[in-house]
């Protein structure tokens, strides 16, 4: 992992490793919250991102306090290293590791490989829920330096700030609004971001959900005009996939100016008064 910029991806060896290691906590955080139960790594703590990580009023992120409670009542110190992972090639790992980070805990490393890498390579698993003792976990203020809200966007629009959209290119051009499965998640419109960079998530890894090298991702992102020294903003539907892409920006190749906005397309597609682009990139 030297190549990348930041040493925050552990292969599977390691984990396997440091499963009984005191100092560590794995959390496995799926897109499908259900699969958790049917199985995952040993000693693994399950958080499911909509009912644990959410607000359950306001479409936002939980409180610092509120997220201080979390995690401390499954047992995660502001001392532990936390080693996430899941499925979907890391969809909401990659969101919980950008949530960690603005909520200010630095111990944090990304599994190179999705859930059900580790399971088709045979390695093992467990059914048992683990029950650590309580913790006390400290939440630090948000850190806006790598969050993006709407104003912003809309200001990004009349500056040199790369927007960079993650999603497939069927939503990019508007030919739909949502991924199947998730038409009634959608916005009101559909299209992108006016001058945005169209850069599918899925284009940042290998066939088996690893990372490609730190020179593929690099060559990528510099042949999309998106790191050349400016501002980035990344999103996507509801803010998962562009995590993904912080993580690969900001972590893996070291480009600090990078934010990923949550809002994304559901929100933006359904403001009034923000301007809306369809076609291919």
């Not at 005191?22 to 991102?49: C, K, M, T």
């Not at 508007?174 to 992108?192: D, M, T």
Request: charged share 25%; net charge negative.
């Amino acid at each position: 992992m030297s190549d990348y910029a930041k040493n925050v991806l552990v292969e599977p060896e390691w984990v396997q490793q440091h499963m009984n290691d005191s100092s560590i906590r794995i959390v496995e955080v799926d897109e499908n919250p259900q699969l958790y139960a049917e199985a995952h790594i040993p000693g693994a703590i399950g958080f499911d991102w909509k009912r644990d990580l959410q607000d359950p009023v306001r479409r936002d992120f939980l409180s610092a306090d509120d997220f201080s409670r979390l995690l401390g009542s499954r047992g995660i110190s502001s001392d532990h290293t936390i080693v996430l992972y899941g499925d979907r090639n890391g969809w909401f790992a990659a969101y919980t590791y950008w949530y960690l980070k603005y909520y200010g805990h630095d111990k944090v490393l990304l599994l190179n490989g999705p859930r059900e890498k580790w399971i088709s390579d045979g390695r093992e698993t467990s059914t048992n829920v683990p029950d650590y003792p309580v913790a006390d976990f400290a939440a630090r203020p948000g850190n806006d330096e790598i969050r993006a809200r709407h104003p912003e966007v809309l200001a990004a629009l009349e500056a040199p700030t790369k927007l960079v959209d993650v999603r497939s290119p069927a939503e990019f051009a508007g030919e739909i609004i949502s991924p199947s499965g998730y038409e009634l998640e959608g916005a009101q419109r559909a299209g992108h971001i006016p001058g945005a960079a169209s850069v599918p998530w899925t284009q940042a890894v290998r066939e088996d959900g690893t990372f490609k090298s730190a020179e593929e991702l690099r060559e990528l992102y510099v042949g999309k005009g998106v790191l050349d020294g400016e501002d980035v903003i990344a999103y996507c539907r509801i803010g998962e996939r562009s995590a993904h892409t912080w993580f690969v920006l900001h972590e893996l190749l070291g480009h600090e100016r990078v934010k990923n906005y949550d809002g994304s397309w559901t929100e933006w597609g359904s403001l009034v008064g923000v301007p809306v682009a369809t076609g291919d990139a």
